[in-house]
């Protein structure tokens, strides 16, 4: 059995040219290669005595047509469509839950969990969210495992002992002064070795040192490295991100406070020659 295919808009335009032509419906089917009976349901259907035949116009027809097949979406103008929302968003049902307490409620088998499942994953409820998110997806729950982050790098040595952005001084917030650094890491394209950047706020002045692996320890003296030339002018506070290579956070602050004692002291240059601590 040969599967029909719709007429295309090129067969129209010859159908149309031989129509005009005065040629009869058999000899337009043998030219084309088509049957009879589909010329006349073609010009039947896109002819009428105030409009001739018109290829352009069977074209549209065909495509508006077109769009009206198929199977219609249950829940596209059902009346429960804002109840499944609400009990999905708001109340976290999942859709068994959902289909159960909507055919209980109505006594009768209105709408089936599968139904609200393809519904979700065809996008029914994702207005509000950004192009390319899991939208309403992401509502699902997942059976027998756990969410995971799929951030990239290693999420073990993670600390919460370092001050935040928002606990740093107003005059570091603002870039009213020198001395305020941020420091972070850059990966080489192969995840070991890196680069560790400290950048003042308000200068945008940049030291950076590359370094062989990326744990705590290596950032750690690397950062010590990049920050012992400086006086405590230069340098009165660090903000490092809360990645696993600042777990040593409290070795090069406290780097900070001893930069600020000596300098007092007048024992600043003998910084170098001090051993890291280490731990």
Not at 21 to 40: A, D, E, V
Not at 47 to 59: C, E, I, L, N
């Amino acid at each position: 059995m040969t599967s029909y295919t719709h007429l295309t808009i090129r067969e129209r335009e010859m159908i149309f040219l031989y129509h005009g032509f005065g040629f009869t419906i058999r000899r337009i089917g043998r030219l084309i290669k088509r049957s009879p009976s589909t010329i006349m349901r073609e010009l039947k259907r896109n002819t009428t005595k105030f409009r001739a035949y018109s290829p352009s116009q069977a074209q549209k027809s065909y495509h508006k047509n077109k769009q009206k097949c198929g199977r219609k979406k249950i829940l596209d103008q059902s009346p429960y469509k804002e109840t499944i929302r609400k009990l999905l968003f708001e109340d976290q049902w999942s859709p068994e839950q959902i289909a159960n307490r909507i055919n209980l409620e109505s006594n009768e088998s209105i709408i089936s969990y599968p139904t609200i499942y393809r519904s979700i994953y065809g996008g029914l409820f994702d207005e509000g969210f950004p192009v390319g998110s899991p939208g309403a997806r992401k509502m699902l729950r997942r059976k027998g495992r756990k969410s995971v982050n799929k951030r990239i790098g290693d999420r073990r040595g993670r600390f919460t002992d370092v001050k935040t952005i928002h606990e740093r001084p107003i005059k570091a917030e603002n870039r009213e002064e020198l001395g305020h650094w941020e420091t972070d890491t850059v990966l080489g394209h192969r995840g070991k070795s890196c680069l560790v950047t400290l950048v003042d706020r308000k200068s945008r002045f940049l030291l950076a040192g590359r370094i062989l692996k990326n744990d705590p320890i290596c950032v750690r003296d690397m950062i010590i490295q990049l920050l012992s030339p400086l006086n405590k002018k230069q340098c009165k506070t660090i903000t490092p991100d809360r990645g696993p290579e600042f777990a040593k956070y409290k070795y090069f602050s406290d780097y900070v406070v001893l930069i600020a004692i000596l300098q007092i002291l007048g024992l600043h240059g003998n910084v170098e020659q001090m051993k890291i601590p280490t731990g």
